[in-house]
């Protein structure tokens, strides 16, 4: 069986990797692109590197007729996609990007987020994407709500440890280094190649990125109490790519251990042997997460370091993975892509 999908901000950067991604998907076919202010073009003339592909031309969201799809991607900025999702059929099973059905109170939402939610009740019934972890609430759900791709990387390196009791909760931190395409195609000053080059910084210092409130309701959530990470992003000049060093308490052979046989069976989630490093080079474009462990000088003290790509295992690739299981597919059709390298 074929499914019929829509893309909504498919003239993004995460509709973009939508599209590359389905496009050879054997049980999916694309059938409506939407988009905003590029609404009219076709999709070789907003990214020509999908040319070869035979795709329908980007429409307004209004154009589409809903009532012949299957499964909806929504690749839409915060708060407007809320708005666009309130107003879809609401038996439309439906992939949200966005952080707009992430965090489940609407008071956490409202205060990192500054605006009252405007669809409540879908957010009460939306699934937490993070695919390994919420996989049978996923799998009969109508609306998944994907995670924060800074949020799925210090996730993957933490919640086998939170859970299994193996860390002081009390003395972690995430150090993360992200790509530029994390912060989506539209132009900004600060994004600007001669603003961005030839340097490093750090962003959302001191507790204030929005990520920490998935942290928070996440990490609190499996030890049952709450738990706060100290968590500070830096922005690369990359395309592509996170990597989370984590600075936790606790025995590093335990933990390599326990993140070994947590993600012993999952296709994805790759655990490297005990003191190897991973790298942004060997995950790019694939939805591949490497996971490593190392011991440090400082007794009782471990390094966690996980590494996947934004656009695919952060976005994208977890949007087709849950959507696979929403619609009865194998979990990682379509997703086996090797990462492309050097
Ligand atoms: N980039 C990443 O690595 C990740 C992104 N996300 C989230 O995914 C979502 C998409 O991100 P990304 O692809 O990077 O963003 P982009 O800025 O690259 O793309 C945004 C898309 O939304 C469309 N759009 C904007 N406003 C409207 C509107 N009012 N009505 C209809 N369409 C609209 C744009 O259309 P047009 O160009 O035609 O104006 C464009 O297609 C965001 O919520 C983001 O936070 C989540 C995890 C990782
Ligand atoms: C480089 C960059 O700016 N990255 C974004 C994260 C992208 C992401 O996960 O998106 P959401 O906005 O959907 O949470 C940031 O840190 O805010």
Not at 145 to 165: D, F, K, S
Not at 177 to 206: C, D, M
Not at 240 to 246: N, P, Q, S
Request: with cysteine.
């Amino acid at each position: 069986m074929t499914h019929d999908i829509a893309i909504l901000g498919a003239s993004g950067y995460t509709g973009a990797e939508l599209v590359r991604l389905i496009a050879t998907h054997p049980g999916m076919r694309i059938k409506a692109l939407g988009a905003n202010s590029k609404a009219g073009q076709s999709m070789a003339e907003v990214f020509p590197h999908l040319r070869h592909l035979d795709l329908p031309d980007l429409v307004t969201i209004d154009e589409i007729d809903f009532s012949a799809i299957d499964l909806c991607f929504c690749a839409l900025p915060h708060a407007t996609s809320q708005e666009v999702i309130a107003s879809l059929p609401k038996d439309l099973k439906i992939v949200d990007l966005s952080a707009d059905f992430r965090l489940r109170d609407p008071a956490v939402y409202e205060k990192w987020y500054g605006n009252k939610h405007a669809a409540l009740d879908c957010q009460s019934e939306a699934v937490y994407g993070l695919t390994e972890f919420y996989r049978d609430e996923i799998r009969s759900a109508r609306l998944v709500a994907g995670t924060g791709c800074n949020a799925a990387t210090g996730q993957y390196a933490l919640r086998p440890l939170i859970a299994g009791g193996l860390i002081d909760l009390d003395d972690i931190i995430i150090d993360l280094k992200t790509g530029v395409s994390g912060a989506g195609r539209s132009l900004k000053e600060n994004l600007l190649h001669a603003e961005l080059s030839e340097g490093t910084h750090a962003y959302g210092v001191g507790g204030t990125h929005r990520h920490l409130a998935e942290f928070d309701q996440e990490f609190s959530a499996i030890a049952g109490r709450p738990v706060q990470v100290q968590f500070t992003p830096h922005l690369l000049p990359a395309n592509r790519g996170i990597l989370a060093t984590v600075y936790v308490k606790g025995g590093a052979a335990e933990i390599h251990g326990a993140l070994s046989r947590a993600y012993a069976e999952e296709p994805f989630l790759q655990v490297l042997p005990f003191g190897q490093t991973p790298s942004t080079r060997h995950i790019r474009g694939s939805n591949f997460c490497h996971l490593g462990v190392s011991g440090d000088r400082v007794p009782g003290r471990a390094i966690v370091i996980a590494a996947l790509d934004n656009l695919t295992k952060g976005s994208s690739g977890q949007a087709l993975q849950n959507a696979n299981l929403m619609l009865g597919e194998n979990e990682t059709t379509g997703l086996m892509l090797a990462p492309v390298f050097p």
